[in-house]
């Protein structure tokens, strides 16, 4: 019985993995810039229309190789400008993109895997439970449908300036994948965009953080959200496997590592919860003297919540009291909230889902969203 021929999907490779396919066809690497240039730069999916390549290597790509990017399920339009677009992951599954426009810059917010298993408290993502990782084509596959889609700003760059990976998913629990989508958004044979302009958000992965530093150096935002173990281990579950002390100390490497940069870190405010001027000075002393600054959050609800966002009044005293302790603080805007698209509402389409096997494995207990009770300790 004949076999078929499987294809190997260029989407996503990385610069190194696309030169190994190529030199073992006989291919010089050198083809991987160029090849990446169409893809990424020119948006080409058709081998036979990338005419600086040869006659015989675009034969031998059209019978080895595809370029796949994900189906776009369906896209949303906020009043406020911003952008959803409902990603096919297969199987009835879905993961959500977010773009975001400013006057100075426009922000995609990309998932990076479908659904979570960390299971965070206050996150819509965590409370549909965990399915699979993505791949690194299904990943850059929603940066390049956002810049070929969005009309360019009026100075003629893509209307994507700034990519986040604040999206569905945990990213550094999918480092395999997350890795080499980091590599060709800063390469300068695909996208060339700044490290500075690159984020990695992450809930605290202590090892990977140490090992991001070494591969990848982009920025870094980390969600806090609590100022002691105790109130973190309730409301950001890893906690328990990597409790503050720790996960700061990686925070300070990582900084250093370049060259003294900021860290972010991120801040939800939950009312009653983690918003009182005794966990605003608790914050500071994690913080102060250290190449930090905070984000902070109003909540954003979602179906079957159980929390509440902080009023503007204590938002605002909360981050007054953070900077007389001298801290860098800012209050992130709500955006796109009329289509379920601002912070820690994307929810996607997470079928058989594995959160409680896989949650036990990464966090080391097992949690009801639900039943749980949160103490403001």
């Known amino acids: 019985m004949a076999t078929t021929h499987k294809k190997t999907n260029l989407l996503g490779l990385s610069q190194g993995d696309l030169e190994q396919f190529l030199i073992a066809r006989s291919e010089k690497p050198f083809r991987a810039r160029q090849i990446m240039q169409w893809i990424y730069q020119r948006n080409v999916s058709d081998f036979d229309a990338m005419t600086d390549l040869s006659k015989s290597l675009r034969a031998q790509l059209k019978e080895d190789a595809e370029i796949v990017p994900p189906q776009v399920q369906s896209r949303h339009d906020s009043k406020d400008g ?5 990603f096919s992951s297969g199987s009835g599954q879905a993961v959500e993109t977010v773009f975001i426009p400013e006057s100075d810059r426009g922000t995609l917010c990309i998932s990076s895997q479908v659904g979570c298993a960390l299971d965070c408290a206050f996150c819509a993502t965590g409370a549909q439970g965990f399915n699979r990782n993505l791949t690194s084509a299904e990943i850059i596959g929603q940066v390049r449908h956002a810049i070929a889609e969005l009309p360019h700003r009026d100075n003629g760059e893509a209307a994507v300036s700034n990519v986040v990976f604040m999206g569905m998913g945990e990213p550094l629990a999918n480092y395999r994948n997350v890795v080499p989508v980091l590599e060709l958004l800063v390469s300068d044979w695909s996208y060339g965009m700044s490290r500075r302009r690159v984020t990695v958000s992450t809930s605290g992965i202590v090892p990977h953080i140490d ?3 070494e591969d990848c150096n982009v920025a870094l935002a980390v969600s806090l959200h609590a100022p002691n173990d105790e109130l973190r281990d309730q409301i950001v579950p890893i906690n328990k496997m990597h409790p503050i002390a720790s996960l700061l100390d990686a925070c300070w490497q990582y900084a250093a590592k370049r060259s003294n940069r900021f860290i972010t870190f991120e ?22 003297d250290k190449p930090a600054k905070v984000n902070l959050i109003p909540f954003n609800p979602f179906p079957g919540t159980e929390f509440k966002r902080s009023s503007l009044d204590t938002i605002r005293h909360f981050q007054e009291r953070l900077r007389k302790h001298g801290l860098v603080a800012t209050t992130r805007k709500t955006r796109g909230d009329d289509i379920n698209a601002a912070c820690g509402q994307l929810a996607g389409k997470v079928s058989d889902r594995v959160k409680n096997r896989l949650g036990r494995k990464i966090v080391g207990h097992r949690s009801n969203s639900k039943n749980r009770r949160i103490s403001s300790a």
């Open 267 to 288: 801040y939800v405010m939950l009312r009653d919860v983690n918003d009182s001027l005794t966990h605003a000075n608790q914050l500071a002393d994690l913080l102060k």
């Open 82 to 86: 911003c952008v959803k677009w409902l």
């Open 211 to 213: 090992k991001l530093a």
